[in-house]
């Protein structure tokens, strides 16, 4: 698991597959251990500091279509 694009590129490389934060946020809202409001605010708080979301994300919707996916 890592967020780092250099180590998931390495991975890829070697045939060794990667998981990212967002894969297991998305798993633990389909378990309903995380609601949609709330990772859609943790999405917002990380997008204000800077910081990676899901590839494609740009809106709520969009978000809401990532999440059902």
């Known amino acids: ?7 998931a ?3 890829a ?3 060794i597959h990667v998981v ?3 894969h ?6 389909k378990a ?3 609601d949609a409001d709330t ?9 204000a500091r800077r910081r990676g979301g899901p590839s494609g994300v740009t809106d709520r919707p969009s978000f809401d279509k990532w ?3």
């Open 39 to 47: 990772l859609w605010g943790y999405l917002q708080t990380l997008r």
């Open 1 to 7: 698991m890592t967020d780092d694009n250099d180590a």
């Open 24 to 29: 297991l946020l998305k798993i633990a809202a």
């Open 32 to 34: 309903d251990w995380i």
């Open 13 to 15: 490389r070697n045939n």
């Open 67 to 69: 999440l059902a996916s």
């Open 20 to 22: 990212r934060t967002w």
């Open 9 to 11: 590129r390495l991975a």
